[in-house]
């Protein structure tokens, strides 16, 4: 098994240490042997040959996904592969892949098949399969948490470097919690649903898991591309100019009250969560009591009225036809619908904007919000007792989150005193995914746990603090040359009063040039980002003349290394220092239009 991030599987393959083909055969056959239920199919040796075939033709540095085993819930299509959402006799075989899937796979990711669901991923166990209970990656007795229950599975076993999941419910979120691993509940629409077989449209995202945080951001830069074909698609509106906080130290974190927190007896996880409470106020953070309630009202709108209806609509020929062909299960949670009218239908959504205006208004007096991921776990044996109850208490804490168009994080935050994995979430407004993802990073750097299931820790990397001032700012167009070789935000924060900032003339346009002034020099919004120390030469190895490497002074009296512009530079170029920064100067309406 590997527990690689994707930067040290591209060093790897760059060095020598490995090389593609023998590596991803060797996955292919990781996946074809394993026994946790978590595959319905894989590709062949012939089919890996052919992606293999076709990426060779590119260079490494063409590719950010270069070579990065993947896998994909199978209710997403995978032309070659057929698609059975967990039901055999639902079967059909696409011509085409889910347009996520293309965009993986132009930028060099390799799948290497299908994954294990809950059937039309209706559920949060992974028990509801034909295919098997997909059995957790820590004790096979165990739940792995579903829908997306085999690609979590895959991930934290470390049969692939990431997976893509489904969210409607949970279903990204609570098997990441149960495996050890990161899962990323996007806001809705950002990542295409097209070629995903829906459970309710309106609400379904995909989603990925990994074992680092820092992948979550290579893949995201990839995939949150605006798909014209998709209706319920929404481009990436993060605005240039916003500076949401992205460290733990001074994040306003709200807590729900204690009485609104449900564990179900289990004192173990309540322990842990405890635990993950006590890590971020040493981070820095500030806790705010939070009243989840309304969340928790919210929530429970997702199984009656217009969402179960969406379910049945999304299945309505199928199931009409033979509802047999279900899961026991199944056929209950959705034979529901027939009996709902279309006045239900609209009572339920008058509700939920009842309920989004005040969630809305209380989100707004904190960063992110934290929770358990799900309040307990679950022998397989006791959801097969009791599966509708169960699966209930497992959806305490998520089934809100898709209702009232908010995205989260799944994050790993321990184990209980039986080695069992306990996961927490942070969730915001809709368009905060890059702040949970940068979140993310903090933690895994600062809280060393075990990757997944591997018992192995993550070697510790030496890093160089690095300041940027212009293009390499976080959502802009070059941060992806930060992102791509592992680095993550620190701070924002600003220069000493003694720089001016330049919009530099030539080619390329809009480059900032950042200038120390003794006199006449004012504060510049800058950002520190920390850089592994062996990507530093290909980092600067981007970066034209007349820019360099220098030490700038912070406002903190601190020095660290950053980009700044040789005064030949200054030949013809726009001083904008009275912008106080890049974002700023950008968003004027001198330069927007």
Known sequence: ?????????????????????????????????????????????????????????????????????????????????????????????????????????????????????????????????????????????????????????????????????????????????????????????????????????????????????????????????????DSYARPDIHPIHTVPKTTFQGLRIGIPQPDQLNFFGNQAYQTSFEQVIEKLTALGAELVPFDLSPFLAAAKLLYQGPW???????????????????????????????????????????????????????????????????????????????????????????????????????????????????????????FSDRTLMDLACEWQQQIHLPVGASGQYLPQTSHLDLLVCGAHMQGLPLNHQLTRVGATLKRRTHTAENYRLYALAGDPPQRPGLVRRETEGTRIEVEIWSVPVQAIGALLAQIPHPLGLGTVELADGDWVKGFICEPIGLSNATDISDFGGWRSYLSSSSVQG
């Open 1 to 229: 098994m590997t527990t690689l991030t994707m930067t040290q599987l591209q060093t790897a393959y760059r060095s020598g240490t490995l090389s593609v083909r023998p590596f991803l055969h060797q996955q292919l056959q990781l996946a074809q042997a394993d026994t946790h239920h978590a595959w319905i199919s894989t590709i062949t040796a012939e089919q890996l040959d052919r992606y293999l075939d076709a990426l060779s033709a590119y260079d490494i540095d063409e590719l950010p996904l270069y070579g990065v085993p993947f896998a994909i819930k199978d209710n997403i299509d995978l032309a070659g592969l057929a698609t059975t959402a967990g039901c055999e006799a639902y079967r059909y075989h696409p011509e085409h892949s889910a347009f996520v899937v293309e965009r993986l796979i132009a930028a060099g990711a390799i799948p290497l098949g299908k994954t294990n669901l809950d059937q039309f991923a209706t559920g949060l166990v992974g028990t509801r399969s034909p295919w098997g209970a997909t059995t957790n990656s820590f004790d096979p007795e165990y739940i792995s948490g579903g829908s997306s229950a085999g690609s979590a599975v895959a991930v934290a076993t470390g049969q692939v470097l990431f997976a893509l999941g489904t969210d409607t419910a949970g279903s990204g979120r609570v098997p990441a919690a149960f495996n050890n691993i990161y899962g990323l509940k996007p806001t809705k629409g950002v990542l295409s649903c097209r070629g995903v077989v829906p459970a309710c449209r309106s609400l379904d995202c995909v989603t990925f898991f990994t074992c680092h945080g820092e992948d979550l951001a290579f893949l995201y830069q990839v995939a949150a591309s605006y798909d014209h074909q």
């Open 308 to 430: 179960v209806a969406e379910r049945y609509a999304a299945i309505q020929a199928f199931f009409d036809q033979d509802a047999s062909r279900c899961l026991p299960v199944i056929q209950t949670i959705i034979g529901q619908a027939e009996q709902l009218s279309a006045v239900d239908t609209f009572r339920g959504f008058y509700q939920l904007k009842d309920y989004q205006v005040t969630c809305d208004a209380l989100l707004d007096n904190v960063d992110v919000v934290l929770t358990p991921t799900a309040g307990t776990t679950y022998t397989i044996e006791a959801v097969n007792q009791d599966p509708v109850t169960l699966n209930s208490n497992l959806g305490y804490y998520t089934n809100f989150m898709n209702l009232l168009d908010y995205c989260a994080i799944a994050i790993p935050g321990g184990f209980t005193e039986t080695a069992m994995p306990f996961g927490f979430t942070l969730f915001g407004p809709a």
